[in-house]
């Protein structure tokens, strides 16, 4: 894995000295299935079951790179997965911090929640449900990330984003672009597109 982060480190996608530190500490492994064990390295998207996958690392490199999670921001992780993503934005924001890591699968949530006990943080909270409607209960947020292809733009998540904030969704429905929004002010949003991702889909309730 030391290798495949120095190779991201060179190709520009890890930039961040806090995140390069955060893939050091979080180690990928520690989120795959047992039989998956050993192959933490590859720079591809793994099965987790249920037709999910831990994200490409390329990817999350990517993603976090747009995001620019900061010591102590409040952030909403939608489709938290094995909960690789989670527990990398759980080192970034720090103990005064807070990740809400949102869910659809039970078994899957189960799945990231138990891997993310290696690691004994205290600033995770792990839900069950749609994350594509967020967490007004818990709105505003520095930060909102979602792990899992939309099909536009969820004003939901728009709304419960603080003024300053960042939202990165990726959007489409073959091959996704990686949105960054970036909310200016109430009112107005600037968004920046970067093509070329492929995720699994975003399964919204009506
Ligand atoms: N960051 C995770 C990505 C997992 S793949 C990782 O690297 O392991 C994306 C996840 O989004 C899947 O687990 C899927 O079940 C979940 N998902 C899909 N639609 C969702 C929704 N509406 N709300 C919450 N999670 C969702």
Redesign the pocket.
Known sequence: MEELIQQLIKQGYLKTPEIIDAFYKVKRRD?LPAHLMGEESINAPLP?G?G????QPLT?AFMLELLEPKQNNKIL??????????ALLAELVGEQGKIFA????PA?KKF?EENIKKYHFANIQFLE????KGLPQFAPFDRIVV??ASNDIPQALVDQLKVGGRLVIPVGKNRQDLVLIKKINKQEVIETRYPGFA???????S
């Open positions: 989120f987790l249920h999910q996958t831990i994200s999350v992780d939608v489709g938290s997965g094995s909960g690789w993503q989670t949102v869910e659809r699968i899957l990231g449900g749609d994350g594509s792990a899992a995720f699994v889909p975003l399964i919204t309730e």
